[in-house]
């Protein structure tokens, strides 16, 4: 059992950056395969970065790609995602998991509000 918590969300105007963080427990972190989704109000869930275990294979959304970064501390059992050149189109609530197959754990969630 994994349990995941992110934060760093928050509000911020177009162009600006965040970061968000997502702490694991539970179980021993460096085996899983990490990333994070997000969901806009009435759209599906949006797979936007993922990162392999030992962290030396990362992917992205065609959205976010040159502007997001996935990255991880397998010591401090943290996932990181860097966002800069923020959009409106990015506002959403942003939710970090944890894949070993079979399993899949989600954290609640961190809401990113971006002003024009």
């Known amino acids: 059992q994994v349990q995941l918590v992110e934060s760093g969300g928050g509000l911020v105007q177009a162009g600006g950056s965040l970061r968000l963080s997502c702490v694991a427990s539970?179980?021993?972190?460096?085996?899983?395969?990490m990333g994070w989704y997000r969901q806009a109000p009435g759209k599906q869930r949006e797979l936007v970065a993922t990162i392999t275990r030992g962290g030396s294979t990362t992917n992205y959304a065609d959205s976010v790609k040159g502007r997001f970064t996935i990255s991880r501390d397998n010591a401090e059992n943290t996932v990181y995602l860097q966002m800069n050149s923020l959009k409106p189109e990015d506002t959403a609530v942003y939710y970090c998991?944890?894949?070993?197959?079979?399993?899949?754990?989600w954290g609640q969630g961190t809401q990113v509000t971006v002003s024009s």
């Open positions: 998991y944890a894949r070993s197959v079979p399993r899949v754990y």
């Open positions: 539970g179980s021993i972190f460096s085996f899983y395969n």
